[in-house]
């Protein structure tokens, strides 16, 4: 049974940073391209980065430059680190391994001042 566990959300205020963690478990973590998503209230869930089990990224939305997708596969984690952080950052934020149906319970993202 596969498990994502994400933490390390909170309120931040604007141009402030944050490092999201997603904990993996269940799968065989390296063959899966892992992506972070997120959704704003009100709004579909939107795709943020993702990164492939060699490493290779790719960003989306309007972050580009400030945010940054990595992982360790010897920990089953993929992380988000979250520069420059702006108001309509705000979302819960999920990891997702592509091609499933899986997804963590979400950490929520607040930047307000």
């Known amino acids: 049974q596969v498990q994502l566990v994400e933490s390390g959300g909170g309120l931040v205020q604007p141009g402030g940073s944050l490092r999201l963690s997603c904990a993996a478990s269940?799968?065989?973590?390296?063959?899966?391209?892992m992506g972070w998503y997120r959704q704003a209230p009100g709004k579909q869930r939107e795709l943020v980065a993702s990164i492939t089990g060699g490493g290779k990224t790719a960003y989306y939305a309007n972050v580009v430059g400030r945010f940054t997708i990595s992982r360790d596969n010897t920990k089953n984690t993929v992380y988000l680190q979250m520069n420059s952080l702006k108001p309509e950052d705000t979302a819960v934020y999920y990891c997702h391994p592509f091609y499933t149906t899986d997804w963590g319970q979400g950490t929520q993202v607040t930047v307000s001042s």
């Open positions: 269940g799968m065989i973590f390296s063959t899966y391209t």
